[in-house]
């Protein structure tokens, strides 16, 4: 099974002056950088400030190591497909690279939006220009373990939840992703590309970015406009970014050879896909950088934080801001809407409404992916989340004859299905799930869920808590259990 990287082929670029109202792009190519002005990246802060370092994962293509802009912002670069991190043939890695940390007080160039970020590279990439999905799951894996705290995949497979011979989910990309989770770090993805998919538009976004946990981007025009390629979802896409005329790093090697290209990797020098660069894949690090700055503002943020500060701050795509298709509040073409830095850091200023940390994460489904529960009686204190974390799943050890009893209790207004599945359970959602191993179900008594059973056998059984109220934020529960011996 093997990934792509969502780029869209495209024709002839257009610089346009940016304005900042924090504190100024002074690199020499500043005017061609509007995703900058227009994502709000620098407004927040009057003058330049001082941001702890965030280590960021590009696992892409590689980059050219030798470029001006690159030099000196790469702490870690390993290959998963064989020859050099350092060498890109493709140049969409050093492109996406340059969007979120091309060094942006040198004087050469472009400015990154994450001026604090740490570059890590894993070159997942392969000649013929596929991502294999063993080289992808190892570079998240080594990114996890050599302290990346932001991880970004402009890369894709096909998610069909209709059709299972197209859908390719696979469970190793859902582990690397659950893996990378638990050890505190954001990862961000394209939705995708209907050029990468079954037709255009695609009604899904793309996996990784349709897992649990991650931030799935899609792309939006400097009008407001949703492009037709920009992938949609009604519940995977989390957030838009702009995605076309997008300008950045090249490798030097990919230079067009005309007037004025001489020593200038930049994007306006590089072949018809970057010269007016389009796609998911370019939206997607405007995020990343995004969660680079929100960490180095406060590193002690956790994932589902990050994302909720980003997808609540983003301001809402509509008729009004050029969007016709797209009605107010979420939607399946933006998400939450368009990302607005600046209102992020607003929000983790004013610390309002921030989720709290759940330790029991993650717990997205049957067998491996449940959280083992202690011995009873035990209380639970935890969230979930419609948008991102819809679905908790904890593993109950009974003995033939025991009863379990379970109530939950949302902290807020908002229903949430209580079901309890058999052993042997492989999953409670998707295409494969079978509805048959599903032996219990709670009833709403106000706003408790409760639920008793009698075991007719001994086994790991599988409690489900489902979040079927669209709701904006974040829903804390207590989840309470206990059991009576045979």
């Not at 082929?9 to 995703?35: H, I």
């Not at 407001?224 to 090249?250: C, H, K, M, Q």
């Not at 204190?381 to 939950?408: I, K, M, P």
């Amino acid at each position: 099974m093997r990934r792509a990287l969502c780029l869209v082929l495209a024709a002839t670029a257009l610089a346009v002056p940016a304005v900042a109202r924090g504190f100024d792009n002074t690199e020499p190519l500043a005017a061609s950088q509007w995703y900058l002005t227009e994502d709000e990246a620098w407004s927040f802060w009057p003058t330049l400030p001082q941001l702890f370092p965030v280590r960021v994962a590009v696992i892409d293509s590689g980059i050219d190591g030798a470029h001006p802009d690159l030099k000196g912002r790469v702490v870690a670069a390993k290959s998963f497909v064989g020859g050099s991190p350092y060498r890109d043939l493709e140049g969409h890695g050093t492109f996406v690279a340059g969007e979120i940390a091309a060094s942006p007080f040198n004087g050469v160039g472009i400015a990154g939006l994450a001026f604090n970020a740490h570059l890590m590279i894993a070159k997942v990439v392969d000649d013929e220009g596929t991502v294999p999905l063993d080289a992808e799951v190892a570079a998240i894996r080594w990114a996890v373990d050599q302290g990346a705290r932001v991880i970004n995949l402009s890369l894709g497979g096909v998610r069909d939840p209709l059709n299972g011979k197209l859908d390719t989910y696979s469970s190793l990309e859902q582990a690397a992703i659950d893996y990378a989770y638990s050890k505190g770090v954001v990862v961000v993805a394209a939705v995708g590309n209907g050029t990468q998919s079954p037709k255009t538009p695609w009604p899904f976004a793309h996996y990784p970015a349709a897992l649990p946990h991650v931030i799935g981007v899609s792309a939006v025009r400097r009008d407001g406009s949703v492009p037709g390629y920009s992938n949609r979802d009604a519940v995977f896409n989390d957030l838009a970014a702009p995605g076309e005329r997008i300008f950045s790093t090249i490798p030097a090697k990919l230079e067009v050879r005309r007037a004025g290209c001489a020593d200038h990797p930049y994007s306006d020098c590089g072949s018809l896909e970057f010269r007016d660069a389009i796609g998911t894949s370019f939206a997607a690090p405007q995020v990343a950088a995004a969660a680079v700055l929100l960490l180095g503002q406060d590193p002690k943020l956790r994932p589902e934080q990050v994302a909720w500060l980003l997808e609540r701050s983003a301001d809402d795509a509509n008729p009004a801001t050029g969007c016709a298709q797209c009605p107010t509040g979420r939607d399946a073409f933006t998400g939450w809407g368009r990302l607005d830095v600046l209102s992020a850091l607003t929000m983790l200023g004013d610390g309002s409404g921030l989720p709290p940390p759940d330790r029991y994460e993650p717990n997205d489904d049957a067998g491996p992916w449940a959280h083992a529960l202690p011995p009873f009686p035990r209380s639970v204190e935890a969230t979930l989340d419609y948008w991102d974390d819809n679905v908790d799943v904890y593993r109950v050890r009974l003995v033939a004859g025991s009863r379990l009893f379970v109530h939950v209790d949302p902290k807020t207004n908002a229903t949430v299905r209580l079901a309890l599945w058999a052993p042997g359970t492989k999953t409670v959602e998707g295409l494969r799930v079978d509805t048959s191993a599903r032996i219990a179900e709670g009833r709403r008594v106000g706003l408790q869920s409760r639920l008793a059973y009698t075991a007719p056998a001994s086994g790991i059984y599988y409690l489900e808590l489902k979040l079927v109220s669209k709701t904006r934020d974040s829903l804390a529960y207590r989840l309470s259990l206990s059991r009576r011996s045979p």
